[in-house]
């Protein structure tokens, strides 16, 4: 059994990439591209060293864009995609088109929600051609120094992961105070509801 903890935790850092400086919101926005007062779905692509959000009114597109179009049929209602096999399964399959020769793949690593049980707002987090298949629990590969970067400190309140990866939460920008971690996706934050500011992948 794995335990989510909320104490400091110790990782393993190799060859991992950070995220990333701060991105500008255009104008009549919320912080990350956000329009105040309307559901958004937003993504972020964690191998730039630039934090670059894009948020959509749809989930379904949000998905499509940051798949690269693969998945394209996404769920509409972004709590039920939460636990939806078939959308599961799809991104699962993004993991082993990544490992062919010459394929460029954008997979997702983590879809957060700003409501307990995975409601209304979303930010989901991808890569490019690359998956957590294979790396071991707590030797981090990306992570987010810090989320006030794309408009979503503090906002946390449930999180599901795909493509293999466990993530870890923290308390505070640059992965200090307490953390919630290493695990796949929870309805809750506990302690850390609402309260993350930073977030690495293994």
């Not at 972020?44 to 670059?52: F, L, R, S, W």
């Not at 690269?68 to 996404?74: F, L, M, P, S, Y």
């Not at 096999?85 to 990544?98: G, I, N, P, T």
Request: hydrophobic share 40%.
């Amino acid at each position: 059994m794995r335990f989510r903890v909320l104490v400091p935790l110790v990782v393993a850092v190799a060859g991992l990439t950070v995220a990333g400086a701060p991105a500008q919101a255009e104008e009549g926005s919320a912080p990350g591209g956000a329009v105040e007062g309307k559901v958004s779905h937003c993504i972020g692509n964690v191998t730039t060293p630039k934090a670059e959000v894009r948020c959509f009114d749809s989930f379904t597109e949000a998905i499509s864009t940051a798949t690269g179009g693969r998945v394209a049929d996404a769920p509409a209602d972004a709590g039920k995609a939460a636990t939806n096999k078939a959308f599961e399964a799809e991104l699962r399959s993004l993991s082993k088109a990544a490992a062919e020769p010459g394929v460029q793949v954008q997979n997702v690593l983590e879809i957060d929600y700003d409501y307990h049980f995975f409601g209304t707002d979303t930010f989901t987090w991808w890569v490019e051609n690359d998956s957590c298949w294979g790396n071991p629990i707590g030797a981090v590969k990306w992570q987010v120094w810090n989320l006030d970067d794309y408009g979503w400190n503090d906002r946390i309140n449930a999180y599901g992961n795909h493509n293999f990866c466990y993530s870890a939460h923290f308390e505070h920008a640059g992965f200090q105070g307490l953390a919630m971690g290493w695990d796949t996706g929870s309805g809750g934050m506990g302690s850390l509801d609402g309260e993350a500011s930073s977030i690495q992948w293994s």
